[in-house]
């Protein structure tokens, strides 16, 4: 998934401050198969939405009205693209800078016929900020962002009070915000970050149970990885306030 950028300081508040420190990626190197960029030649410019100063429409978008839910940092896409299929009665827009991971994810929307899906390739705090209205998401997915695990660089972290309050802001009343990391201290952080904001209310006593319809999502590379390395997972599921 996308990760935090490394020019996060702590101190001052302002969304255009809060830009300057808090991004939601680090550029990472990476070559696109030939399949990738045939993908992002001919269903780019249907299914990669320019970034800019302009709200997103989503009727105008998708051809209907239906709930819509953004993804951030979908890494490869392989998560993405599961929920998708699995809920064509939703509309998904993701967000990654990663440019082979949004090619093989428009790889898969092409060979699918994923037509419930866009993509945004950029900073996904500025899309946040700059064109999702406010109120207008059924949901938000932050799955298993950078850990930034050295304790030096937990300042890094992409859950801040100052972007939860940017997310939560977007979601409709009842929408959803379900986080997931593989670190337990980072886990612990956005437990206590969402539970601070008061526009939000945690959907269990804690961290998220299995029963909880929101947690069901695949199994990602990172999850693997984590469970690999002997790291535990954790969920975490808040609700916008009415």
């Known amino acids: 998934m996308s990760e935090p950028g490394p020019d996060a300081d702590v101190g001052t508040t302002g969304a255009a401050l809060h830009r300057r420190r808090v991004r939601s990626f680090v550029t ?41 839910v953004l993804e951030i940092g979908f ?23 990663h440019a082979p991971g949004v090619g093989a994810l428009l790889k898969t929307i ?18 946040v900020e700059r064109m999702v209205a ?18 030096r660089h937990n300042k890094r972290r992409l859950i801040q009070p100052g972007f939860v309050s940017t997310l939560a802001a977007r979601l409709a009343p009842g929408g959803f915000l ?24 945690n959907a269990d006593d804690g961290y998220a149970t299995p ?9 990602t590379k990172f999850e693997t990885r984590g469970k690999r390395l002997g790291h535990g997972v954790w969920d975490v599921v808040f609700l916008r306030r009415y």
Not at 211 to 219: D, F, I, W, Y
């Open 28 to 68: 990472r190197a990476g070559r696109m198969s030939p399949a990738q960029q045939r993908a992002r030649d001919e269903l780019g410019p249907r299914f990669v939405l320019p970034f800019g100063d302009c709200v997103l429409s989503y009727p105008e978008l998708f051809g209907r009205t239906a709930p819509v």
């Open 75 to 97: 890494g490869m896409g392989a998560a993405t693209a599961v929920v998708a299929a699995g809920r064509r009665d939703v509309d998904f827009i993701g967000v990654e800078v």
């Open 110 to 127: 092409g060979d699918e016929g994923l037509t419930n899906l866009r993509i945004v390739e950029h900073d996904a705090v500025e899309v």
């Open 134 to 151: 406010p109120a207008s998401l059924a949901g938000i997915h932050v799955w298993f962002p950078d850990p930034w695990h050295k304790a």
């Open 178 to 201: 379900h986080c997931a990391t593989d670190w337990e201290d980072y886990a612990m952080q956005m437990l206590e970050v969402l539970g601070r904001d008061a526009s939000l209310r």
């Open 211 to 219: 029963t909880n319809p929101l947690v069901a999502r695949p199994v």
